[in-house]
Nanobody, 122 residues
Framework: VQLQASGGGSVQAGGSLRLSCAAS????????IGWFRQVPGKEREGVSG????????LYAHSVKGRFTISTDSAKTTLYLQMNSLKPEDTAVYYC????????????????WGQGTQVTVSS
C-alpha cells in the first residue's frame, strides 16, 4: 500500500492550497481515507475524512467551512481543497487510510502516507 501526498507549500493567510494523495494497493471501497496534520510537539490530529461507500464526510471543527475533501471518479486519488488558510493551519499533512467508517482518530489508522508541509504566513 502506498499513499503519496503532494501539493503542500507556502502561502499567505487567506490563500488556498489543494493537497492530493495518490493511493495504490488499496481500494477506497474498503477503507475510509482522510487527512491528518501534525505540528512539532503536538499529537497528530484528524482534519478530514471520507468514506466513499457511505458517502460520509467528516471535518474537524477548526476547518469546517474552509476545507473540502473529495476523490476523483476512479477513486484512486484523494484531495483536500484548503481555502481561507490561517497561520494555525501550518503543519505537516498526512494522508491516511482506516478500516470501516471514518473516525479521524489516529489510533484507527492502518496506513499512513508520507507528509507534505503546509506553511501559512500572516
Amino acid at each position: 500500500v502506498q499513499l503519496q501526498a503532494s501539493g503542500g507549500g507556502s502561502v499567505q493567510a487567506g490563500g488556498s492550497l489543494r493537497l492530493s494523495c495518490a493511493a495504490s494497493g488499496l481500494s477506497f471501497d474498503d477503507y475510509s481515507i482522510g487527512w491528518f496534520r501534525q505540528v512539532p510537539g503536538k499529537e497528530r490530529e484528524g482534519v478530514s475524512g471520507i468514506n466513499t461507500r457511505t458517502g460520509r464526510r467528516l471535518y474537524a471543527h477548526s476547518v469546517k467551512g474552509r476545507f473540502t475533501i473529495s476523490t476523483d471518479s476512479a477513486k484512486t486519488t484523494l484531495y483536500l481543497q484548503m481555502n481561507s488558510l490561517k497561520p494555525e493551519d501550518t503543519a505537516v499533512y498526512y494522508c491516511a487510510a482506516e478500516r470501516g467508517e471514518v473516525t479521524l482518530m489516529a489510533n484507527w489508522v492502518h496506513y499512513w502516507g508520507q507528509g507534505t508541509q503546509v506553511t501559512v504566513s500572516s
